[in-house]
């Protein structure tokens, strides 16, 4: 909605950003009281800097510059500031062109922006170029120039490597650039690999620093400061850590000082464990003594209630805005176990073996038992994150770091609500084309007593977009060890056909009945050596399958006699199935984690024989476990062969006409349902045609509307109930004679209890379909499929996927209930036009992506013929957007 040139100080625009190299600042626009600042961010321009922005020397602003600098209207000329620990760094204006041809306003603008010297280079000035383009598309403003000297080799390079295509002519020593402002595909892919690299360095400040103060370390064992002070000492974290407490003189026989600015050297990381009242007073100290960021295990801040919000808040905008990203609070901590760091900044007492799988978790206490479980079953962690209450740093801030990390090969996740689902589809999806994403999520029931923060999550929702993302979902902590253990040891599968393998017919069978209940393939029946093989025999059967051509993976169920410990038995599989090119599991004594004989050992510089390698064979309590993780890798494996599909708007898709519709209609503060005439309006938009119709209230008018649309009608009830569904089947059929119109009129008023009746133009006979626009509290709008009908409904055969649709994801959906095939020329009946069905689904997709005030839309019935759709009726209800959104410029959550 465009602003009107007297617009208030527009708020929205306010944002937390990440500089290039992870370092945070708010972003806000001008205001008059900002002109003190304004004049000291001058003063420290270089006099180089200075000249490249005004073309002169400009060595002081005039009282008449300034004022023009710092009081614009938020409309035709714009002002965004850059603010670090109290001082502006970065400023960028545009101030819209003259009047154009036909004398009204240009849709172009000049734009400009200068950098305090001591912070170029961090990309500064390809952030405001982003707010900026943003805030000119919203009011009206499609075109930017700029006038730039040709020896600012740094702004013109900014404006080439923005992705925006730019003209460029010279005009004697000055490059005139022009670009349209609205997004291009180029544009859009720079923006996301600079976020990408700027949330992956941030995240790298944590986990790599080269010095560590533990603020509020304590001389009492029983306080958090003690505790993470004798985890970092006790795991050897190769730099200095420094203990803060005011009262001692050391802590643990280290050197300790009164405040973080008494330390005499740098400090990369600190951990805060003062009581809550004092973090913010850290903050501050932190900030003057160049801190990257904060690992907060401190309690008391959003788990509290209201106020312990609002503290949580200040302190998170306290950190960004002087450059610092945040860790918790209510952390248990951050762990690096490369060699080179060694870093268990938690406050956990045991850690796993050095490894390849980078853990995030939200809860502390389950954090302490998910790293006791890994050191119990030999996963080896690469790095380890447990968020506590999240309140900055996030699992997608650590996704987009892991996605680049060339210690990590597999991600874990445990996750209890998401901050932007939207954006951890998007980073999931991408990440998980490069490594396995194993996650769990809890939460997803009510349950009395949780705090309002920890809504559950929907299960329709999580599913649709794991599934889109390519995520291996599981159930429980428990299976997430199980998938983790197989995917870090074991190749993929190259398909879905298993063999089995082992001493015992009863485990074998029970194998293999699991692998069928969940989709996968027998390459051949259970092979069973007896119970009194020997191990070469074992061996041997083992070394067979594996080289059988059918066999995509190979389950080994192994129960030892009585007469030995299966020692031997352990030492010849090894020889055949540690390293082999297809994954296995097995099932040997029943034991979970990497049994010592079925080892690859590391490097010797990587731990050696105590830290499980690449090849390293996992063992399963019990033959369901190991099948159930070979099922859910399978499936994976599955994603990752299937085509992503393509993000295109389809023809006569006209989003920008959309878009006025709503802006239009005002602001959504509550939920409206809209009128036919808006509804058909913002559908036609996006080039959907519903069955033209026409309201009765009378039997005249059922005859006059009939006669009005021409050709066959059919009539039906306003009022919708499963009852009137089944009973007026029978009359809504294509009706020409005035009579008949008449007739069916009175039947459908009498039986609904209310005269008004839809009379409709007759479409061509098909399958009917429901596609909505399913509201979810987390993830905004999921697009829902399937086909129409009370039997459908009571079984829940919906399809879900979350927006953007690829192409790919629309062809996916239409055949994803289980009813589908009936589309498709089941048992001989002619096929319908899935091609079309899919196009409508895109429509409905990048409607609800580009119109997030959509909040529910239902298309019940959709006919689908053999030729063609035909939507026969509509409803759409408006309100406020959901939670955050994953598009425009950068910027972190709130």
């Given at each position: ?34 002109a003190?600042?304004v004049?000291?961010?001058h ?15 400009y ?33 960028g ?30 990309g ?36 080439r ?69 004798a985890?970092?000492?006790r ?68 788990e ?21 990203r ?70 997608n ?13 597999v ?23 490069r ?77 293999a009945?699991?692998?069928l ?25 083992a ?74 064979v ?87 509307a ?46 609904s ?85 899919e ?15 959509l ?36 910027r972190?959550?709130?």
């Amino acid at each position: 909605m465009r602003a009107a040139p007297d617009a208030p100080y527009p708020q929205h625009w306010e944002a937390d950003v990440v500089a290039a190299d992870g370092a945070t600042a708010h972003l806000r626009p001008i205001s008059p009281d900002d002109a003190d600042a304004v004049v000291a961010f001058h003063s420290r321009l270089s006099e180089r800097t200075r000249y490249y922005r005004y073309f002169s020397p400009y060595p002081t602003i005039p009282a008449r510059d300034l004022k023009r600098f710092v009081e614009v209207d938020h409309h035709d000329s714009v002002a965004l500031v850059l603010w670090l620990g109290g001082e502006i760094i970065a400023i960028g204006r545009y101030v819209r062109l003259g009047p154009n041809g036909d004398g009204g306003k240009s849709d172009s603008a000049e734009v400009a922006f200068v950098v305090r010297d001591d912070h170029q280079g961090r990309g500064l000035g390809s952030i405001l170029l982003e707010h900026l383009a943003a805030a000119a598309e919203e009011v009206g403003i499609t075109r930017f120039v700029a006038e730039v000297l040709t020896e600012n080799r740094g702004m013109i390079r900014t404006f080439r490597q923005a992705g925006y295509d730019v003209t460029r002519a010279m005009e004697g020593s000055t490059l005139h650039l022009e670009f349209d402002v609205a997004a291009t595909e180029r544009s859009t892919e720079v923006r996301l690999a600079r976020e990408q690299a700027a949330e992956a360095r941030s995240v790298a400040n944590v986990l790599h620093p080269r010095s560590v103060a533990v603020v509020g370390a304590s001389t009492d064992p029983g306080k958090l400061g003690h505790v993470v002070l004798a985890n970092l000492l006790r795991g050897g974290f190769t730099g200095p850590v420094y203990p803060v407490n005011p009262d001692h003189r050391s802590v643990r026989g280290v050197r300790a000082y009164p405040t973080v600015l008494d330390i005499p050297d740098d400090v990369d990381l600190a951990v805060v464990a003062v009581p809550a009242p004092e973090v913010s007073d850290v903050v501050d100290g932190s900030l003057a003594k160049g801190v990257k960021a904060l690992v907060v295990v401190t309690s008391g801040f959003g788990e509290t209630g209201d106020e312990g919000v609002a503290a949580q808040r200040e302190l998170v905008t306290l950190a960004r805005s002087r450059g610092m990203r945040v860790v918790g609070p209510s952390a248990l901590g951050v762990v690096n176990l490369d060699p080179g760091y060694r870093l268990n900044a938690t406050l956990a007492p045991q850690l796993p073996p050095a490894g390849r799988v980078g853990f995030f978790c939200q809860s502390g206490a389950l954090g302490i038992q998910i790293l006791a479980t890994a050191a119990q079953r030999r996963l080896g962690l690469s790095t380890f994150v447990s968020a506590g209450n999240r309140a900055d740093l996030s699992g997608n801030d650590l996704m987009q770091y892991w996605d680049t990390d060339p210690a990590t090969d597999v991600v874990l996740l445990y996750l209890e609500s998401f901050g932007n689902p939207r954006k951890f589809a998007r980073v999931a999806r991408r990440l998980a084309r490069r490594k396995p994403v194993v996650a769990v999520a809890s939460g997803r029931h009510a349950t009395p007593g949780l705090a309002a923060s920890t809504s559950p999550l929907e299960e329709a929702s999580v599913a649709a977009v794991f599934d889109q993302s390519g995520v291996i979902r599981v159930s429980s902590v428990d299976e997430l060890f199980d998938v983790a253990l197989l995917v870090a040891n074991q190749p993929l599968p190259a398909g879905p056909r298993i063999g089995v393998v082992g001493n015992s017919s009863a485990l074998g069978v029970l194998a293999a009945d699991v692998a069928l209940a969940h989709g996968m393939h027998l390459a051949f029946p259970p092979i069973d050596v007896g119970a009194m093989a020997e191990p070469a025999e074992l061996a041997d059967a083992a070394a067979r399958a594996l080289e059988d051509d059918g066999c995509d993976a190979l389950v080994i169920v192994f129960s030892p006699p009585v007469s030995t410990e299966g020692n031997e038995h352990a030492d010849a599989l090894a020889e055949v199935v540690t390293g082999a090119d297809k994954p296995v599991a097995t099932t040997f004594l029943a034991s979970a984690g990497v049994p010592e004989h079925l080892v690859v050992p590391s490097p010797p510089e990587a731990g050696g024989a105590d830290v499980p390698a690449r090849g390293s064979v996992p063992s399963y309590p019990s033959p369901e476990r190991a099948v159930l993780a070979l099922a859910r890798v399978v499936r994976y494996t599955q994603w990752l062969e299937r085509p992503v599909g393509d993000f295109v708007v389809p023809p006569g898709c006209d989003l920008t006409a959309a878009r006025a519709l709503v802006d239009g209609w005002g602001p959504q503060e509550t939920a409206t349902v809209l009128s036919d005439e808006q509804t058909d309006a913002l559908l036609r938009a996006v080039g959907i045609r519903v069955a033209p119709f026409r309201r009765a209230r009378s039997a005249q008018e059922a005859v006059d509307a009939a006669a009005e649309l021409g050709g066959p009608v059919v009539l039906k009830t306003v009022v919708r109930t499963w009852r009137h569904r089944s009973d007026l089947a029978g009359v809504r059929l294509g009706l020409t004679d005035p009579d008949a119109v008449t007739s069916a009129y009175q039947q459908l008023a009498q039986l609904s209890g209310s005269p008004e009746v839809d009379v409709q133009a007759q479409v061509p006979p098909g399958l009917p379909v429901v596609v909505e626009l399913r509201d979810d509290p987390s993830f905004g709008s999921l697009v829902s499929f399937g086909l129409a009908g009370v039997v459908t409904e009571l079984l829940g055969d919906r399809a879900y996927c979350a927006t953007p649709l690829s192409t790919m994801d629309a062809h996916t959906l239409v055949r994803a209930p289980r009813a589908a095939p009936l589309l498709d020329g089941y048992r001989g009946s002619r096929p319908m036009d899935l091609a079309a069905l899919e196009d409508l689904l895109l429509r409905v997709g990048q409607l609800a992506d580009h119109v997030p005030e959509l909040r529910s839309l239902a298309l019940d019935p959709i006919l689908v013929a053999e030729q063609g759709v035909y939507p026969t009726s509509m409803r759409a209800v408006l309100g406020p957007p959901p939670g955050p959104r994953d598009a425009g410029p950068r910027r972190l959550g709130a």
